[in-house]
């Protein structure tokens, strides 16, 4: 069964009114986000071993739900900002919950799916305190044929200005995206941008579909990059993460 359209489709802002870009002559270069996909200890050791470096570290599902305070507390303590990507996905008092829970561990970034809705992003504005607040746009490892396949008629481009309008309407200061549609994304509205997945030159896209390498992540605008596999498969990790500074 074809995909119909039900109407005419609107510009993807759906009417809201969202701050312009602004012009800066120079452009700051982005943050380097290290994602903790691995186990524990390992976690632990690379967290101590890069004490006073310029990072943000990630904790994700796999850290948080077996450790919790245990991981948050470290990274904290040891002087880092932490990221928690828990992309946020359900109805507004629950988000509203989980956000708040979230700055009482001392989170400084927490993702929320934009799939949420207005009101649910609304409440999680509103209890922020001091988070920045990322919205999803479209997973890394989705296609376009994965949006046609819910039965959205656009494009997927199209899908993800609709979706960053609508999160930074909202108040959502940030933006998760590839580094693919971030041209586009900073061509309409002022964001902190961050680009998972992001690789190093030669690395194989494991299941990642769009994906950047480091130096287009960088020249697209990226505010943030987030490496994980390219660093936590190094050799050696800690130069690894030498070497992806130097760059930035």
């Known amino acids: 069964m074809g995909c119909k359209p039900t109407g005419d489709f609107k510009s993807p802002t759906f009417g809201h009114s969202v701050t312009p870009p602004k012009k800066y002559n120079i452009k700051p270069m982005p943050k380097l986000c290290i994602a903790l996909d691995t186990d524990y200890d390992r976690a632990v050791e690379l967290i101590k071993a890069l004490k006073n470096k310029p990072i943000i570290f990630k904790v994700g599902y796999k850290l948080f739900i077996s450790y919790h305070r245990r991981i948050t507390d470290l990274i904290k303590r040891e002087g880092f900002e932490l990221f928690l990507d828990l992309k946020l996905n359900d109805i507004p008092n629950t988000i509203k919950d989980g956000v708040m829970s979230a700055a009482e561990l001392g989170a400084d970034y927490l993702t929320v799916h934009i799939t949420s809705g207005k009101e649910a992003l609304e409440e999680a504005v509103k209890v922020a305190k001091g988070i920045k607040l990322l919205g999803v746009t479209l997973l890394t490892s989705l296609e376009e044929d994965h949006v046609k396949g819910w039965g959205v008629c656009i494009s997927k481009e199209d899908y993800i200005l609709n979706l960053a309008s609508l999160a930074?309407?909202?108040?959502?200061?940030?933006?998760?995206?590839?580094?693919?549609?971030?041209?586009?994304?900073?061509?309409?509205?002022?964001?902190?941008?961050?680009?998972?997945?992001?690789?190093?030159?030669?690395?194989?896209?494991?299941?990642?579909?769009?994906?950047?390498?480091?130096?287009?992540?960088?020249?697209?605008?990226?505010?943030?990059?987030?490496?994980?596999?390219?660093?936590?498969?190094?050799?050696?990790?800690?130069?690894?993460?030498?070497?992806?500074?130097?760059?930035l």
């Open 168 to 247: 930074l309407s909202c108040g959502i200061e940030g933006l998760v995206c590839s580094g693919k549609e971030l041209p586009l994304l900073k061509s309409k509205f002022n964001f902190f941008a961050v680009v998972p997945g992001v690789r190093l030159y030669g690395e194989p896209q494991d299941d990642q579909k769009r994906v950047v390498g480091i130096e287009e992540a960088i020249k697209n605008g990226a505010d943030m990059i987030v490496m994980g596999r390219s660093i936590l498969k190094a050799e050696d990790p800690i130069r690894k993460v030498e070497e992806i500074l130097a760059l």
